[in-house]
């Protein structure tokens, strides 16, 4: 499946390897990550999922594809600034919350209006959100919702 993973565009190191770890983890299930393409969160996660042999999807704000970080594998730009959030979350089958501030605040909206599961590690504690305690966690509690469909 496709998992969107949103979280803040800067962050620090513990979130950093919390971001790869969770990439890692998806890709070692064989699932795509598809995220805002940029840096912080977006960067650190598709590190992870490279580094696992996974497959990136960065949907970045601008018109040009090149803004996207170097471990997206397939860009799409779209010129639509922080609208784009509704993408990122749309092209996922769930979403993974990390950190974040309003931009991912949004994105989690998005996702629950979309009827999509989320899992939060370190990320806004609210109604619909499965907070989790871990990478696997969050994988295991979006593979299970999305499961039970």
């Known amino acids: 499946m496709r998992v969107s993973v949103i979280g803040g565009g800067v962050i620090d190191r513990e979130t950093a390897a919390t971001a790869r770890e969770v990439g890692r983890e998806l890709a070692d ?83 629950l209006d979309f009827d999509r599961p989320v899992a939060g590690l370190d990320t806004h504690d609210i109604e619909g959100v499965a907070a989790v305690d871990s990478a696997a966690a969050a994988v295991d509690h979006v593979e299970s919702a999305v499961g039970e469909r």
């Open 29 to 111: 299930r064989d699932h795509t990550v598809v995220c805002g393409g940029l840096g912080g969160v977006m960067e650190a996660v598709c590190e992870g999922a490279a580094e696992a042999g996974g497959d990136t999807i960065g949907i970045v704000p601008g018109p040009d594809r090149e803004a996207a970080n170097e471990y997206v594998d397939t860009a799409v730009a779209t010129a639509m600034g922080n609208a784009r959030n509704v993408l990122v979350v749309l092209n996922g089958d769930a979403a993974i919350a990390i950190d974040g501030s309003t931009g991912t605040l949004s994105e989690i909206g998005h996702a």
